[in-house]
């Protein structure tokens, strides 16, 4: 899968894992993108800022404090106000209780997330939806070297 889509990675204000946005900032530049990670407990205006200033084709949230599903909430409304046709998924750990988990997901979509990816098979339901999005042609990239470049 080849590209040059940008994608803008984040978590939710409360959450301070950095872990989990390096291996999806690796993972999705393996895959074709050109990634903008924002960091831990990232807050929504930086989100919606950095959506203005970048030309972006995919959100993705990601969280592992259990607290993705009230934050991602909030996220989510501001980010489709001023950008209703952006593709955006969230995925990790949404809650602080397994039993709630399937219901969030839910809450979640109907909020305006596109997808969310939960349990084992996360990464690979995920890996299925990129392939679902509509690639753009390599854009040119001025530099030298084979990191990812934010263009």
Known sequence: MKGSQHCLIATVESDSHM??????????????FNV?????????????ATLELR???LLVVSSVNGHGHFQGLELIRQVRQQHPDLPCVIGGKLTTSEDQTRAV??????????EV?????A??????????????????????????CWT
């Open 19 to 32: 872990w989990n946005l390096v291996y999806l900032q690796l993972w999705l530049a393996e895959h074709g």
């Open 36 to 48: 903008k990670n924002l960091g831990s407990c990232t807050p929504v205006e930086v989100v919606l």
């Open 55 to 57: 030309r972006t084709q």
């Open 105 to 114: 997901r839910q809450e979640l979509l109907a909020a305006g997330f596109n």
């Open 117 to 121: 990816f939960i349990g084992p098979d």
């Open 123 to 148: 990464i690979e339901h995920f890996e299925n939806y990129l392939n679902t999005l509509e690639r753009s042609k390599p854009a040119l990239v001025l530099g030298t070297g084979t990191a990812p």
